[in-house]
């Protein structure tokens, strides 16, 4: 097992926040061509989304740093339960699918809530869980390839490369969209 006690606050805290960024940016870019948001927020009962041509939209992932810092405080008390005991990874993840998706505060569609409610059909709340898994399996997948390989020089420079790509994607895209290009 990976030994994250002596790990400092501000590097569980980034990696936290490039890891789940970047599980964000694969989830989005998954649920983008494969399930149709652009047609889906346009319509009912998903209109009062935003638009993906809206700009805001493309800094979706860029905007995810913060929420990966989030992330990264209220965790860094349990480091130990996720990254060093048995079967961590496996908490780890079941506490995101719980907590965020099915557990959510608010009726988002296919938490609690969305099922309680909302009348949101039953294909409206079902919806979302294939870009949940994703991002749950990808962002356990980075945290854990972090923390196994966290000597290795790909795994140093890397984070530092995938920020700096969802930040320009992000950048370029709200330009665009912005009607700057």
């Known amino acids: 097992m990976e030994t994250t006690n002596n790990i400092s606050m501000t590097k569980f805290i980034w990696r936290f ?13 998954f649920a983008m061509v494969f399930m149709n948001y652009e047609y889906l927020f346009l319509t009912e009962p998903l209109a009062f989304m935003r638009p993906t041509s809206d700009p805001i939209v493309p800094l ?23 990254f060093e005991e048995k079967h961590g990874y496996l908490k780890l993840g079941l506490v995101f699918l719980g907590l965020t998706v099915l557990g ?5 569609p296919g938490s609690f809530d969305g099922y309680v409610f909302t009348n949101f059909p039953l294909a409206i709340n079902l919806l979302g869980y294939p870009e949940a898994l994703i991002w749950i399996i990808s962002l356990v997948g980075i945290l854990k ?37």
């Open 104 to 108: 959510t505060f608010g009726p988002a």
């Open 17 to 29: 926040s490039y890891a789940h960024a970047t599980a964000f940016m694969i989830a989005g870019i």
């Open 145 to 181: 390839i972090s923390n196994k390989y966290e000597h290795k020089r790909i795994v140093k420079i890397m984070p530092f490369i995938l920020v700096a790509l969802i930040l320009f994607v992000g950048i370029a895209g709200y330009l665009d969209a912005a009607g700057y290009f």
């Open 60 to 82: 979706g992932a860029a905007l995810q740093l913060l929420r990966g810092v989030i992330y990264g405080l209220v965790l860094y008390p349990l480091r130990k339960a996720f």
